[in-house]
């Protein structure tokens, strides 16, 4: 990269798949795929590691502001289409991908400067992973926000582990995949703020002529505070909470969370039950189990950790094979109709899920053993 970063108006990086601009001490990156809701290719990642790296200890940037092109999506995910060709021809992009995926993350997670991610769109799956480890997660009216990975077969990684072991709905999120809007992010603690469409426009617009104090994190935190509205819509989570509570255990298997929604006789929440219920039952089986044991698992670990347990469960998770039937079912095919292996909850025994725990030996050979000591 070149020393004149600061003084290039527009620079692009991954065959363009990244735009960066600077301005004010400010460095703007977007993510620049929008024909593919701005998914994280490998090319992406590796260029987001390289520019967050060099603006640590680079005065000349106070902040990073990390947004979507196009109207739809912040980021809708990784591109799985290339993991899954990886993993069928006997290639490697599989491995390295989210070794370096797993790393960005962590990285964002610890980041010394102030960094704001513009979450007024599409977030899922990886952009959940780049969007969670900033300091500041603002969310918009166009929000919306999902972990969906066990309806491909995969599981929460990217930290879910770790974050949504943290949040009051976080099993339910993981579990059912569901997609909610920004004042739900706000209640499952998975942003910070919410600006309205001209909120965003003037928060940029500001950040062009803020003056720099020396503290630039409270200098970024004020400027946000000044903005921040409540968002145009009310949670519908909230509401929820009890019914999520009573049915989403973690001392309860998923079994026995499905079969506690069919029982639910309630009005008020008899509907919820049944079309919950109805949505774990098209998932697949084994990565819902995985999913249960990972967030309980997730609750004492340490965000390193999280991400050393996430990296052997996705290794496994391409020997299993749902994830390869997922993908292929509803995202190439888009026949919605994958056949998972097993089929059922019943079918799946402890041992099928012990595998998916057993990672290498955490050691200086461990791809994700240097986490603490080069970040912090």
Same mark, same amino acid.
């Given at each position: ?52 790296? !060099? ?28 993991? !899954? ?17 797993? #790393? ?159 029982? #639910? ?8 039950? #049944? ?74 025994? #402890? ?26």
């Amino acid at each position: 990269m070149s020393d004149s970063l600061n003084s290039t108006p527009l620079r692009e990086y991954s065959q363009g798949e990244l735009q960066v601009e600077v301005r004010n001490k400010v460095a703007h990156v977007t993510l620049n795929r929008p024909q593919a809701l701005n998914a994280l290719s490998f090319g992406m990642i590796q260029g987001l590691s390289d520019l967050f790296t !060099r603006w640590a200890h680079d005065d000349s940037v106070q902040c990073i502001v990390l947004k979507g092109a196009g109207e739809k999506a912040f980021c809708a995910g990784g591109d799985i289409r290339a993991l !899954r060709d990886s993993a069928l021809s006997g290639g490697t992009l599989h491995h390295k991908f989210f070794i370096e995926e797993y #790393e960005l993350d962590y990285q964002l997670h610890r980041y010394v400067k102030p960094y704001i991610s513009l979450l007024n769109g599409i977030v899922m799956g990886g952009g959940m992973g780049i969007a969670q480890g900033s300091g500041f997660r603002v969310v918009g009216p166009k929000t919306r926000m999902a972990m969906p990975e066990t309806a491909i077969g995969l599981f929460p990684d990217v930290g879910g582990s770790y974050f949504l072991s943290r949040s009051p709905v976080g099993l339910y999120l993981g579990l059912t995949g569901i997609t909610f809007r920004a004042a739900d992010a706000l209640f499952a603690n998975l942003a910070d703020r919410y600006l309205s469409e001209d909120g965003i426009a003037e928060l940029l617009a500001r950040l062009d002529r803020l003056l720099w104090t020396g503290d630039s994190g409270k200098d970024v935190a004020r400027l946000i505070d000044t903005l921040a509205t409540a968002p145009d819509t009310l949670a519908t989570l909230a509401p929820m909470r009890d019914a999520i509570d009573h049915h989403f255990r973690l001392d309860r298997s998923v079994l026995d969370i499905v079969e506690s929604l069919r029982r #639910e006789r309630r009005a008020e929440w008899q509907s919820w039950a #049944e079309e919950t219920a109805a949505t774990l039952e098209k998932r697949s089986p084994t990565m819902l189990c995985v999913t249960h044991e990972q967030i309980r698992r997730g609750r004492d670990l340490s965000l390193a950790d999280c991400f050393r347990m996430e990296l052997g469960i996705v290794e496994a998770c391409f020997a299993h094979g749902d994830v390869l039937e997922g993908i292929r079912a509803m995202v190439i095919d888009k026949d919605n109709k994958p056949a998972w292996r097993p089929d059922s909850l019943v079918a799946v025994d #402890e041992s099928i899920i012990a595998a998916f725990f057993s990672p290498p030996p955490l050691n200086e050979t461990h791809p994700l053993a240097g986490l603490e000591a080069r970040y912090g």
